[in-house]
């Protein structure tokens, strides 16, 4: 998450990936979001807060299919918008279905931050997408959110991670992280003969398998330690002083929505 960044479009092309960087609020540009356009396929659509800039964007690609790797709305946010002015084919989790179908409830500084998610109609994933030069396998992620998907393309070693990946050493979650589900995920992958990873924050990451492990480790002795330390008898917040004891910036720009408090618990839920 680069800081201090204008608020325009980027584009770069790694390969035949076609990056789209922006930041998801035109006004804080804080946060940005990369997206990924190959082939006719986009991966992630960006927030509907960035409708005027992306519109125009998605309308100049010949996008054939628009793959959503999770239902947040700075990932899905302009899905509504290409159901209605585009004729493309719409994959999401099956998972994400019944969420897609409402409009999003978010806090109001959420809906400040990224816009609102209104409703739209994804199809569930199939076993593979083809594209005319590619293939890419859905493979079923949770931690980040349960309704996670990652792409993989075995003939690169490329995989698209949307937010799985992002740091390799967070200290703050979302109350809906899983500690056990991103390591039991992370582990999964290894089976996966990937290299590079596109990450929905940080962008391409050329060392992406090795940047993964060393997060599944991190998470891992995070996880032994606080769940020692509350077997122990510790409470969370002296757990969380003790191993997280500096403020977080994303905790606080978040108003608590990212949390080491979540973190400390999410370990402690699967106990
Ligand atoms: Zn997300």
Same mark, same amino acid.
């Given at each position: 998450m680069a800081l201090g960044m204008s608020n325009k479009i980027k584009k770069s092309n790694y390969d035949q990936v076609e990056i789209i960087n922006i930041p998801v609020n035109p006004y804080i540009p804080l946060i940005s979001i990369y997206l990924y356009y190959i082939d006719g396929m986009l991966i992630d659509t960006g927030p509907s807060k960035r409708r005027k800039r992306l519109g125009p964007l998605f309308r100049s690609r010949e996008v054939e299919r628009v793959a959503i790797t999770h239902y947040h709305e700075d990932h899905s946010g302009m899905a509504s918008w290409i159901g209605q002015h585009m004729n493309v084919e719409i994959f999401a989790h099956e998972k994400t279905i019944p969420i897609a179908r409402e409009t999003a409830k978010v806090p109001w500084y959420q809906e400040l931050y990224t816009g609102r998610r209104l409703p739209f109609t994804p199809k569930a994933y199939p076993n593979v997408i083809e594209t005319s030069k590619y293939r890419f396998y859905p493979i079923e992620t949770?931690? &980040?959110?349960?309704?996670h998907t990652c792409l993989f393309e075995p003939h690169h070693g490329w995989l698209f991670t949307g937010d799985l990946?992002?740091?390799?050493?967070?200290?703050v979650f979302l109350q809906e992280e899983s500690m056990d589900a991103y390591i039991e995920t992370l582990h999964k992958l290894n089976r996966f003969d990937y290299r590079t990873v596109f990450c929905? &924050?940080?962008?391409?990451?050329?060392?992406g398998k090795e940047m993964m492990n060393r997060k599944r480790e991190y998470l891992e002795r995070t996880r032994e330690q606080v769940v020692h330390m509350h077997r122990m008898g510790w409470k969370d917040e002296t757990i969380m002083k003790k191993l997280f004891p500096d403020k977080v910036k994303l905790e606080q720009r978040s108003f608590g929505t990212f949390s080491r408090l979540n973190m400390i618990r999410s370990c402690i839920r699967g106990q």
């Open positions: 949770p931690g &980040h959110t349960m309704d990946y992002i740091t390799p050493y967070p200290k929905a &924050h940080e962008g391409v990451i050329r060392n």
